[in-house]
């Protein structure tokens, strides 16, 4: 294989490419686009559009996309050919500017979310030039919004780019406050990183859970789980190791920088993590990432699980969102400064993440909320469902000593003063060692730990941009007044410590005596599934803070809304279903064949000898004859609460029946159904069992 540095960004129209295949008034033209937003003109865009498609087709690509990502959480393309017929009855290769810039997609099979009614069925894809083009397989996938064309939002990269532009504009304010007068902009980073399982193709194809839902809907607990805690950062398999340097390389040529990878804590379980990028591309590459990752895997006759929580009793998946805001020059303005004055701006920004969190915990909670994600954060998993923020001690006293007025006991034991006093460093080793909390300053950015590992970071960064963007609004509001820049900023970050330090919390966030005192004691709120959650999207001050910074329109919350809440409860129904199939075709028919047998063994033993007891054998069969009878029931039992939802008025309705009677009646279901496995000779068993899935590739 070739030097990665040969090859890294091969598929990628970047920069690099550019330079060397557009004009220099072309590709500064096309920069000014990119850096600042500039309207792009129609003779630039074809002179882009040819340089792309010459690209492409020396690339071996034939087709073009406009690649998006609509609220079904993944990502959509329609590939068209570059061909067009010439005269002389062949084909010529074309890629137009206007074709570049804007595609036209029915949006009508879509989740709309009601958009659709009051507004035309037609959607559009506008071209994000901040997202670079890259080739997959044979077709050039241009990076692209989706809107109706009403204008409002249809997709997660919209509202993202609104909220990165929102945090921009108050941070500058900010910025200019304190005399940087020079830096242009300000862009969130993220870092996500990724965890998933590896399983073996061949079992996967026999577990029909697993196939039309992505986890497993039954499976007795096997006799070794990850208690022994020998797998995180435990050697890698061959055939792990294997399928990761394909997944490396393929990541590598599409641009991804893929840096870290490792195992997790679960049997079977890895994770995958990039280095940092600006959060729009952090997230194309993140959708492209969890593609690679399943093509990959079937390479290899792997399949690689995205879900939450593909197996019960062992850890789920996440996604870790490493954020931070950095200028265009790559200052970090959560890495604590070298001067007092930059220390006080550190301390400001720092502040306005912290109220953000408190602020808007809901949104932030629910930005993560999936039916999938309910079973680690709604359930007994780190981290919670409330949602707290972690400092560090170190971090902790400071502020605490800015609050109190009291002398820092840290490096200096002097008075905090804000503007004169340097802060001490806080390195890493100080403050990463908090694995539980949902929301962590690690060092220089914060670490948002409630992602589920198939979400789309989209909607948490818009959320977290958008929360953030309010507080620096706020405190640019009360700063540019100020007849005292320094008092008032003094005041404020107090201020801010003393009405937020509720939502810090520096111990173990899996602990549920945590839980009682967050809900009881501190007043957080703890929204344990989406159902519980996903309305408050629609909450007063939520609306108004989203639509002010004009993230969102008011329709588009109510549609998303709406979406988010049909997504969980079809992912809920499929599950049910595909549960009382299971049973029903091959769970009981199973227990029932094994029954006999054991049945027709008395026969003939006693035929033998009729004076043989067959205790053991008919202690089994008795046994076996009572779960199938508890199958055969709760499987009917499920099968009722599933036309009970027909009564649903409104979807939350329907959501709420989902969590209150759909869940349990599964959760009994799969009981009886996982007792029968453990008493259940092994060859009548019809799938392979969790022993069989989570240890087998070697
Ligand atoms: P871990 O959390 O597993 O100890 P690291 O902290 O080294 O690992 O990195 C986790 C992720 O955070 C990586 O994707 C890394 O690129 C990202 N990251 C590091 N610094 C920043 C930053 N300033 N802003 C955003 N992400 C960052
Ligand atoms: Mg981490």
Redo the contacts with the bound molecule.
Sequence with gaps: MKNISEYFGCLVFDDRVMKANLSAKVYQSLRRTIDEGAQLDISVANAVAAAMKDWAAANGATHFTHWFQPLTGITAEKHDSFISPSPDGGVIMEFFGKELIQGEPDASSFPSGGLRATFEARGYTAWDPTSYAFIKGKTLCIPTAFCSYGGEALDKKTPLLRSMEALNKQALRILRLFGNDDVKCVR??????QEYFLIDKEMYDKRPDLRFTGRTLFGAKPPKGQEMDDHYFGVIKPRVAAYMEELNEELWKLGI?A??EHNEVAPAQH?L????STTNIATDHNQLTMEMMQKVAAKHGLVCLLHEKPFAGVNGSGK?N???M?TEAGV?L??PGETPYENAQFLLFLCAVIKAVDDYQDLLRLSVATAGNDHRLGANEAPPAVVSVFLGDELNAVLEAIENNTPYAGTQKTQMKLGVDVLPKFN?DTT?RNRTSPFAF????F?FRMLGSSNSIACANIMLNSAVAESLKIYADRLERAENFEDALHEMIRKTIKDHKHIIFNGNGYDDTWIKEAVERRGLLNYRTTPDCMPHLLDEKNVKMLTSHGVFSEAELRSRCDIMLENYCKTVVIEANTMVDIAKTEIAPAVGAYTAELAKMITEKKAVDDTLPCNYERGLVKKLSALTDRIAIKTEELENALVELHNAEYIISEANMIRDIVLSKMGELRLACDEAETVTAKKYWPFPTYGDLLFSVR
């Design positions: 969130t980073s993220v870092g996500p990183e920088l840096k870290t994770e993590a990039p280095i940092y870790h490493n954020w931070s950095v970090n959560l890495s890493r990463d690690t060092g220089n950015k670490e």
